[in-house]
């Protein structure tokens, strides 16, 4: 699928606000069906033991996916969650987490996404969790209203 | 299992700290393997529709069903998520988010936990999502260090 | 929603085909939304260890979660299973498994489901396995060729 | 970590009992880690749309990745399921199923561990489902009675 450049750097933007911004995820790079973010670790999203907390890992694998779908769809057309599944290999820690999501499987209304959450302390880069999604992509108009 | 009272008092206050508290989640009750959170929903947590980001629906019920865990096994043992799946049912709206997380089976290194997560509109309160996870209880000494 | 008896009766028969019936399921009973069924555990459904093999637990899982969404879309609908996480409380053996299926939420074209499945033993029944499944309901000229 | 050749071998042969030749998988190459196998598709696989079974289809990637982790463990330890995710890119179908699977993360108790199940028709082979598992290693002296 060929997507524009503009909607490509539009959505990029768009990646980082409310929720997202407030827990200080950066947009790195987008392209179709690919998306790759930040976030540098600080005492704010550490959990009890001070690793990062599991529920800020899964918020960047859940967006960073959603983003790569919304690369694929067209632009009158909206990305929920529907459900997703992750694994935590190690716990999270070091300077900064990068999430790579990708779409496995993009059809006209679901689509299916994994995205991996690596930890970087460093020069050494470790996949600390990856997450599957199922996404389904919703007319502007069928949208519930928050 | 007998749970001193002083233990769930403490875990109680525990469980809101870092990342947890910076989201805003508030510890409404526990018992041996129940626990009982809310979020009053604001700006900050919201995603690109308006509705609750789905990753703090998550955080929510993750961290719900590890306090649930954390209240059945030793004190010197300590809780980490290994995996869940979380069904996101609606998009989750309204004042507040409550999250009821229990454990199904405890064992001595594993449990097994579901969290029900809920958003309440005035006295509406309807089911958004539900997760179930796996976690691990780790001896003190065993931790990773972080 | 009203679900005509005739469409229960046809739908009960129509669950056991195929690989259903060639594992040796049994329809118990089907409801509208919620749908039971049994298995009398033989050498062949066993693994390794002389236990039910997670697969099987898995496929009962599966197949009543199925029919128990078949029940709640009209008859010019197929369903197909998107995705399911199945956890594994205990290893299960016995005289036969149960399965209880029900729809948690019923969409137009994606329903949310939960399937256990218990173990039993003489007069013990004993919870071994939960799912969580994302169904779809697709109509039938919609449906790929096999 | 070093496997032998005779420990592979022995696996590769102890795969396939029970339920799963029952079903009729064969095993086609174990490594450390690493395991591959296929099913002839016939009539008794089938759903009632004509498509293999997603029970069938999970049935597959369990058992594979059990093995795939039974490669890493000491010969005194067995292997079981706690969970796994699996996804239905599309309805399954054609000559054979073929699953891959792999351990991601070894772990002395726990391993994380992935597969991934094509459909084969003719010369086209098309991914049709991945799984995401989480194993434990028992060892024997440990093992519930079946």
Redesign the interface.
């Known amino acids: 699928m060929k997507v524009e450049k503009d909607r490509l750097n539009q959505l990029k933007r ?1 990646a980082i ?4 911004k ?2 200080g995820m950066k947009a790195v790079s987008l392209s179709p069906g690919r998306f790759t973010t930040r976030l540098k670790l600080e ?14 890992v ?3 694998a ?2 960073t996916a ?1 983003y790569a779908s919304f690369s694929l769809v067209p632009a009158d057309r ?1 990305i ?12 999270a ?1 070091g300077d900064y987490l990068e999430c790579q999501g990708h779409v ?2 993009a059809g006209r ?2 689509l ?1 996404t ?1 995205a991996d959450v690596y930890a970087v302390k460093g020069k050494t880069k470790t ?1 600390v969790a ?1 997450a ?1 999604h ?1 996404m ?1 992509a919703v007319p502007v108009e069928k ?2 209203k ?1």
């Open positions: 768009d606000q409310g929720f997202i407030y827990i005492k704010r999203h550490l959990q009890q033991d001070g690793f990062a907390h599991a529920g800020l899964a918020a960047m859940d967006h959603g909206r929920l969650t529907m459900e997703y599944k992750i694994s935590y290999f190690r716990p820690g496995i499987k209304q679901v299916f994994q996949l990856r599957m199922t389904t949208m519930p928050a």
